[in-house]
């Protein structure tokens, strides 16, 4: 990675992180032009390869996202986040800072859960109904919406996207390239 992508991708994290942690929103006007300065970026440094290597980061990101957004677990909007950081990196990066995000999103998932253990109750008796009826029929079957749902916690997942792009950054800055294990 080049310093302008390290400031591009840092600038859109620590942005995304605070907007998401505000709004519990990622908004297409700071997703959208960061795809499209990587795209154009990659495409000025390195011809077709590097359009090639912006745009299957994109599909990359939104794609290892996808599955949970259309189960409800998450917003379109950390899907085209991780799409935007995957336009910055590429597919093989973007697939380990997922990874890195996963890990950041089940701790940051498990200190909420420990700190407001009182709005989850029922919860994981509804996911575990929600897998199983997914598993024997094969389809999505939501369960019923919580009317108290205002009140409960959130996951700005965006805010783990965050942690585990830096974490990736850190390492790759550090000399530490795990893409080349």
Request: charged share 10%; glycine share 12%; proline share 3%.
């Amino acid at each position: 990675m080049d310093f302008f992508s390290y400031i591009l991708l840092s600038g859109l994290l620590v942005t995304a992180a605070g907007i998401d942690l505000a709004t519990q929103k990622i908004p297409n006007k700071l997703t959208f032009p960061v795809i499209t300065i990587a795209l154009s970026f990659h495409t000025a440094t390195a011809g077709f390869e590097g359009l090639l290597f912006s745009l299957g980061g994109v599909v990359a990101g939104i794609a290892l996202l996808i599955v949970p957004y259309l189960m409800g677990g998450m917003g379109a909007g950390d899907a085209k986040l991780m799409g935007a950081v995957g336009a910055i990196i590429g597919v093989k990066a973007v697939f380990f800072t997922f990874l890195f995000s996963a890990i950041a999103g089940g701790v940051y998932a498990t200190i909420l859960i420990l700190i407001r253990r009182d709005h989850f109750r029922g919860f994981f008796g509804k996911i575990s109904a929600t897998v199983i009826n997914f598993l024997l029929f094969r389809k999505y079957f939501p369960q019923p919406a919580n009317t108290a749902r205002e009140n409960q916690p959130r996951l700005c997942y965006g805010l783990a996207i965050a942690l585990g792009t830096g974490l990736y950054m850190t390492l790759k800055l550090s000399g530490y390239d795990i893409l080349n294990l």
